[in-house]
């Protein structure tokens, strides 16, 4: 069989690439990618004109959104209730205080404080295709479902059109849509906590599911001795204190992967099991714990290396 066909682009503020092994369209390949284009243009809190942008500037007052991003806001309310608000869709005023890719400064306190005050999930209401901030100094944040959801539709796009084998990569949310040609199963590596580029920790083997991991490693600084990372307590208004530093979750869906991902790190290992159970669609995780060691969750084949 031939090599497969594959793009990679700049997207979502990370390295996208989709690659398809049956069949080898790069016409297809190609309007894959310009979807996910789209779909940033939608839902990014920092492209003015998109959707998050003019909900986060209308001031408090009502907002006609496209139905997609309707979808993700109420998907981002289901997993604030799930997660007892730990998990919290409105953290954008928090989100934006923090640098972790720049300056690396830890916010002021006074600053942490304000931003708190604006974060609840409760005060979003979406009626229809229209979304109103009850809080008019909100903002929403749907960066810890919108990649997952993202990935989702464009394995919908690619299986409507005919696609049998295929890999989405959006900057390490992977959806493997089919599968193999050799009809073994993917192979989805597990990084190193805190390792080298391309260090693993081990490989999840997987037919047609969603791989998604989050670690407290991927963006993070150290000031003062202390690590920051990007996983944020929406309670503290500070990096999440947790005994979990990676949690790889492989579901059907990946905004669902996406979602459980950062949600396992918030609450941590005692918290998982349960939680874990109450999400339809998931099918297993690897957890890496602070100690090494790791936890395996539901039906997964996962070994080290």
Known sequence: MSAPVSETRLLLSTVCTVTLYDPQDEALLAQALDLCAEYEALFSMTIEGSDMWRINNAGGEPV???????????????YGELSGGMFDITIGRLSALWDFSGETIVPDEEDILAALKTVDHKQVTVTGDTVRLVSPEAWLDPGGIA???IADLIASF????GVKSAIIDLGGNIVAVGERPDGNPWRVGVRQPFGEYGELFGVIETYAASVVTAGIYE??????GELYHHILDPYTGLPVKTDIVSATIVTEGSMSGDALSTIILLVGSEAAATLLQQVPDFIGAVLIVENGDYILYGNVE????
Do not use: P
Request: glycine share 10%; aromatic share 12%; net charge positive.
């Open 64 to 78: 006609e959104v496209s139905t997609l991003t309707a979808e993700v806001i109420r998907s981002g309310i289901f």
């Open 219 to 224: 963006r993070s600084f150290k000031s003062g």
């Open 158 to 161: 690619l299986v409507e059109n």
């Open 302 to 305: 996962f070994s080290t290396v």
């Open 147 to 149: 990649k997952g959801y």
